[in-house]
């Protein structure tokens, strides 16, 4: 944000409606309510702003052992190429919750390595993006076979 951004900003907030959106990614409906529970409980610091917490459906949770056989193949792959293992863990949300909830073996996180994603920080670590290649290519060649 800019130096002038930031000054206007108090007057930029008067007309907006949704500031802030956040997404809990559980399918435990307890979850869900404590969660929304501890946020609607925040309350607000600017006079004559409200706090308002909508429940609804959003991307369904990518439940942690429903690829774990792809997961397994996709690491054995980077280890047989001499690649970093891969981390089986990530934050967020992507289409490929939609397909995992299918039941279709879904690896999210497979794109470039870097990181900062979504920000002004935001880099690619060029140098591994050929072994990222490799690595993709050599999976899909083992689960199409």
């Known amino acids: 944000m800019t130096r002038g951004a930031a000054l206007a900003l108090p007057a930029m907030l008067a007309d907006v409606e949704e500031l802030m959106s956040c997404e809990s990614f559980s399918a435990d409906h307890a979850t869900v309510a404590r969660s929304a529970e501890v946020v609607g409980a925040l309350g607000t610091i600017t006079p004559g702003a409200r706090l308002e917490v909508l429940v609804g459906a959003g991307r369904p949770p990518m439940e942690p052992g429903s690829s774990a056989d792809l997961f397994a193949l996709a690491s054995r792959v980077a280890a047989g190429l001499g690649q970093p293992p891969l981390r089986g863990t990530a934050v967020g949300a992507s289409d490929g ?8 073996p879904t690896l999210d996180g497979l794109g470039v390595v ?31 076979r």
Request: charged share 20%; aromatic share 6%; proline share 3%.
């Open 97 to 104: 919750n939609y397909t995992a909830a299918t039941g279709c």
């Open 114 to 144: 870097g990181g900062g994603a979504h920000a002004d920080i935001e880099y690619v670590e060029v140098a591994r993006m050929i072994p990222r290649a490799r690595l993709l290519a050599e999976l899909i060649t083992r689960t199409v």
